[in-house]
């Protein structure tokens, strides 16, 4: 449906058989081709590219001008209100997260933090290096149990400062209603931030205005997910939480004033930004919004939705096939975790490359409490994989989609999975030794 809209969609590459295919790029989960549009807004903008909030010149004010108000846009494409939160440049969600960690060390002290099983590493790891920890439990199928959250919260009696939530899995696909999480983290006078790496560039979102019980505290995405992939970011948060306090990373365009003996830091979100920005990334990011506004978020999420709708139901004609999936495509977006019974999952993906061009992800998508969860892994299983690193672990398949995608790409897939799931012990023979895949 919009695959003219993409940079490199038509692109040939070889498979066993010696024939060269168009690559079939399914695993936009991990990251996104560029907009054919920012390739151009990247060229066009390239002979007035200088620095930024350090010149007088006509490039550099041109290029300051343009770093500032992109502020604004991103604000805005997820309706925060610019009176009260800031953007704040990085170079993606994992950085995003980890800087947001080491402000609200003043804010959360002593207290904890709620994280789910559903999380990406990322959304994980950095709050259990500085804080304690608890986690919201998923069910049977992998969904997020809010009864549970709640519990938590009334356990620890308001001393829950932060509750921290994947937007959607990058594993599942499942949306998680982040507003009514919001509206109980702030029942219990708990903040709550939300992972918009695979949630922003699949379906609108609303920040919504701060006298809301259901707004969101912090955001944090990145533009390489969302057909930007040149390196940038972004922390939407309150001002005032970047107001006092010394920023994680200190040198040029953090300070206003430096002496021998004394430090003045300017002001947010300048203070955050150590170095030379990333104008670059920022020029794509914009451009990427742009874009993305024009085809309207509603549509996009509509289209993606029907194909992963089509997907689900043609995976089930598949021959030893586990989807984990609940089949509740309104709450989802455009991500499915599968196996093929009798394969392993890294055999999967590498077939489906060398066979058909198709591009996938294998593993546990750096979401290792989540995978443990939907396959049942047990402690004990844990245990004999720390004592044999030699050992394939345990993982799915996952397929995700971008607007781009379309249905004769996902019939392509279909087809070859059939005759995977129908030859089982013969491709497992066939690619006994494969040129590579991951475990």
């Known amino acids: 449906m919009y695959k003219n809209l993409v940079h490199g969609v038509n692109t040939l590459v070889p498979v066993i058989n010696g024939n060269k295919v168009p690559y079939i790029n399914f695993d936009n989960a991990a990251t996104t081709p560029p907009f054919s549009s920012v390739i151009h807004e990247i060229n066009r903008f390239s002979p007035y590219y200088s620095s930024v909030h350090r010149g007088t010149g006509y490039k550099s004010i041109i290029s300051s001008q343009l770093y500032d108000r992109a502020r604004y846009m991103v604000l805005d494409f997820v309706k925060a209100d610019k009176n009260f939160y800031t953007a704040i440049f990085v170079k993606n969600t994992t950085e995003a997260i980890n800087k947001l960690s080491y402000r609200l060390i003043d804010e959360i002290k002593d207290g904890i933090v709620l994280s789910t099983y559903m999380e990406h590493h990322s959304n994980d790891l950095p709050w259990r290096h500085r804080y304690k920890v608890d986690y919201v439990e998923v069910d049977e199928r992998g969904r997020l149990d809010l009864d549970h959250l709640e519990s938590l919260l009334k356990k620890y009696r308001g001393r829950v400062k932060l509750v921290t939530v994947t937007g959607a899995s990058n594993v599942t696909g499942y949306i998680n209603p982040i507003h009514k999480i919001a509206e109980i983290a702030h029942r ?43 390196g940038i970011g972004v922390l939407i948060a309150p001002k005032y939480i970047f107001q006092s306090g010394i920023p994680d990373q ?37 451009e990427s919004i742009k874009t993305l506004k024009k085809l309207d978020m509603n549509r996009i999420s509509n289209y993606e939705r029907k194909l992963t709708k089509y997907t689900l139901e043609r995976l089930k004609t598949v021959p030893n096939i586990v989807i984990y999936d609940d089949g509740n495509v309104k709450n989802k ?65 996952r397929i995700s989609y971008g607007l781009y995608n379309d249905f004769q790409e996902v019939n392509v897939l279909i087809e070859l999975l059939r005759q995977i799931g129908n030859n089982t012990d013969y491709y497992d023979y066939r690619y006994r030794n494969p040129p590579f895949y991951s475990k």
């Open 188 to 230: 219990y006078n708990s903040k709550i931030l939300v992972d918009g790496a695979q949630l922003v560039p699949h379906h609108p979102v609303d920040m919504k205005p701060v006298e809301d019980p259901a707004h969101i505290d912090f955001i944090a995405f990145s533009a390489h997910k969302m057909y930007a992939p040149f």
């Open 250 to 286: 200190v040198g040029g365009g953090t300070v206003d004033l430096v002496t021998p003996k004394e430090v003045t830091w300017t002001s947010p979100p300048e203070k955050e930004e150590a170095g030379t920005p990333n104008l670059f990334g920022v020029v794509a990011l914009i």
């Open 333 to 397: 977006v455009s991500i499915i975790s599968f196996n093929v019974k009798g394969l392993y999952h890294g055999k999967v993906a590498a077939i489906l490359s060398l066979e058909g061009g198709i591009g996938v992800r294998n593993g546990c998508f750096c979401a290792q409490p989540y995978i443990q969860k939907l396959l049942k892994v047990t402690e004990k299983d844990i245990e004999k994989y720390k004592r044999d690193p030699n050992l394939y672990r345990p993982g799915t398949v």
